[in-house]
């Protein structure tokens, strides 16, 4: 004789949409412990550094759907003394990480957090007016999802001690 079974009522976890593309599409790169799912290239010459992350996902604020962007960072480091203060590229790995992806954030927005946490990292180290770099550019290349547009936003820093 079958023992009847009562209908299990618990509902499982329902994932969202944005989570389901996420687990899907994502493919993850170790670097350390951190598991980042962008990738971050670094030129060093003497005069400038050029940092580019590519497949940086972001949510669109209107839509909730994924943003792609491309950015690439040029700058010349503050220096005194002979020192150069460069900005630890790990450090905005773990920036990026942690507050620009898979968050709500307007494409515009993106190279202004990064400019935002390039000089609070380099000139709050140490007491320096030349800590923080000389000049920065960054430019992003974003497309949404949902979006049948490419946007690209630049924002330049110049700093001069006089």
Not at 1 to 17: H, I
Not at 48 to 70: A, G, Q, W, Y
Request: charged fraction near 30%; hydrophobic fraction near 35%; charge should be positive.
């Amino acid at each position: 004789m079958r023992r009847k079974t009562k209908p299990n009522n618990r509902k499982s976890p329902q994932l969202s949409v944005i989570q389901v593309i996420f687990q899907l599409k994502r493919v993850n790169l170790i670097k350390g412990e951190v598991i980042l799912a962008f990738k971050i290239r670094e030129n060093v010459t003497d005069s400038e550094i050029i940092i580019e992350v590519l497949n940086l996902i972001t949510v669109c604020p209107h839509t909730k759907s994924e943003d792609f962007t491309e950015l690439k960072l040029t700058y010349k480091p503050g220096d005194y003394k002979g020192h150069r203060y460069i900005i630890d590229r790990d450090e905005l790995a773990d920036f990026i990480k942690n507050d620009i992806e898979n968050r709500l954030i307007l494409m515009e927005m993106i190279p202004v957090r990064i400019l935002e946490h390039y000089i609070k990292s380099t000139a709050g180290r140490i007491a320096s007016r030349y800590a923080s770099p000389e000049w920065i550019s960054i430019t992003t290349t974003s497309r949404g999802k949902a979006k049948k547009f490419t946007m690209t936003t630049q924002v330049i820093f110049q700093r001069e001690v006089k």
